[in-house]
């Protein structure tokens, strides 16, 4: 899990959504344009898989282009 220590300034005042993933795919942080854009709390997507945040309709392809 991402601690939010290097990079984080600079990180949540992108004004694009930003997203921060293990290895695994899991989400380790995500900056405060994703929380807005997603409706997310700060905390509800982290250790999520990055798939949560592709729309529903998009889903399937990126798990695909994932798994190459």
């Known amino acids: 899990q991402y601690d939010g220590s ?4 600079i990180f949540d005042i992108l004004p694009e959504a930003g997203v921060i993933v293990d290895a695994q795919g899991a989400i380790g942080y995500v900056n405060p344009a994703v929380r807005v854009l997603r409706g997310y709390a700060r ?3 982290v250790g ?3 798939s949560t945040l592709v729309p529903q309709v998009m889903r399937e392809r990126h798990e695909a282009l994932v798994a190459q």
């Open 43 to 45: 905390d509800e997507s």
């Open 6 to 9: 290097l990079g984080r300034p």
């Open 48 to 50: 999520q898989p990055l």
